[in-house]
């Protein structure tokens, strides 16, 4: 059974550093695309980017492009998005999903950034 | 980057009705269209995938077509947990892009 288990919830103050993870399970993780959307609460989805662990190539939107970084490690079968500093404007749910259609979602991670 | 529309924002609908959602792009994107159900507080599911093929596990009560520019989900007959919100998405060209949404609501 595919699965995505994302890491648990965040809460940040504006400034600070932070990376999220995505650990995938039950299919050769280095050989799907995983992707990373943006939710804000009551709001629609946004595309944010995504990476083929296997060879670490990495897409981002523009809207996205130098604001965060997607990374992966294929040894632990695992995906990150990490921030170097945390606007409140990054409060949001942040989901991961593999595959370019986005078959298998995570559960997602709530990022709290606050003063 | 090419943009998404959804038609209608949201619609009423009784258990039983028939509906259907429609999703365009603003260029074509072959059948590179997937369709997502999201119900509050719970990750988007993955319902359609490649305009028409259906995802595992997904009752066959949803069905996708369209290719190019133009595409419709279709619920044959709706049910109180088919009540969510419906996305599209293209994986065409990036960056990919998501609809703004459909709400279906209980009339």
């Known amino acids: 059974e595919v699965q995505l288990v994302q890491s648990g919830a965040e809460v940040k103050k504006p400034g600070e550093s932070l990376k999220i993870s995505c650990k995938g399970s039950g299919y050769s993780f280095a050989t799907y695309w995983i992707g990373w959307v943006r939710q804000v609460p009551g709001k629609g989805l946004e595309w944010m980017g995504m990476i083929y662990p296997g060879g670490s190539n990495t897409k981002y939107s523009p809207s996205f492009q130098g604001q965060v970084t997607i990374s992966a490690d294929k040894s632990i079968n695992t995906a990150y998005l990490q921030w170097s500093s945390l606007k409140a404007s990054d409060t949001a749910i942040y989901y991961c999903?593999?595959?370019?259609?986005?078959?298998?979602w995570g559960q997602g991670t709530l990022v709290t950034v606050s003063s | 980057d090419i943009q998404m529309t959804q038609s209608p924002s949201s619609l009423s609908a009784s258990v039983g009705d028939r509906v259907t959602i429609t999703c365009r792009a603003s260029?074509?994107?072959?059948?590179?269209l997937a369709w997502f159900q999201q119900k509050p507080g719970k990750a988007p599911k993955s319902l359609i995938y490649?305009?028409?093929s259906l995802q595992s596990g997904v009752p066959s009560k949803f069905s996708g077509s369209g290719s190019g520019t133009d595409f419709t989900l279709t619920i044959s007959s709706l049910q109180p947990e088919d009540f969510a919100t419906y996305y599209c998405?293209?994986?065409?060209?990036?960056?990919?892009?998501f609809g703004p949404g459909t709400k279906v609501d209980i009339k």
């Open positions: 998405q293209q994986y065409n060209s990036y960056p990919f892009t």
């Open positions: 260029q074509g994107i072959y059948n590179y």
């Open positions: 490649d305009a028409s």
């Open positions: 999903a593999r595959d370019t259609s986005m078959r298998y």
